[in-house]
């Protein structure tokens, strides 16, 4: 069945980095677009990144471009986000998605960021 299992989450300092990995199975990762979003408490799942299905092309919200970095493997059907100057406002749950229309969500993974 289809999965998508991110990791790499957790407390980290500000100014700190952290790097998310998402693991896909079940399906054709190399066809699918693939995005990073996040869902603080008390907001809306918000998108942060998005790659296309080749890998290049990226895109960014304007609160963490500059700072974060999407990509992909589609030898390992991996997506990474790679955030770097964490601030607290960047605590919240991270989910990956595959996107082609129809699309799969993974269960998230938490990053506080807090002295």
């Known amino acids: 069945q289809v999965q998508l299992v991110e990791s790499g989450g957790g407390l980290v300092q500000p100014g700190g980095s952290l790097r998310l990995s998402c693991a896909a199975s079940?399906?054709?990762?190399?066809?699918?677009?693939m995005r990073w979003y996040r869902q603080a408490p008390g907001k809306e799942r918000e998108l942060v990144a998005r790659?296309?299905?080749?890998?290049?092309?990226?895109d960014y919200a304007d609160a963490v471009k500059g700072r974060f970095t999407i990509s992909r493997d589609n030898d390992k059907n991996m997506v990474y986000l790679q955030m770097n100057s964490l601030k607290s406002e960047d605590t919240a749950v991270y989910y990956c998605?595959?996107?082609?229309?129809?699309?799969?969500w993974g269960q998230g993974t938490q990053v506080t960021v807090a002295s």
């Open positions: 790659i296309t299905s080749t890998g290049t092309s990226t």
């Open positions: 998605r595959a996107d082609r229309g129809v699309g799969y």
């Open positions: 079940g399906f054709i990762f190399s066809i699918y677009a």
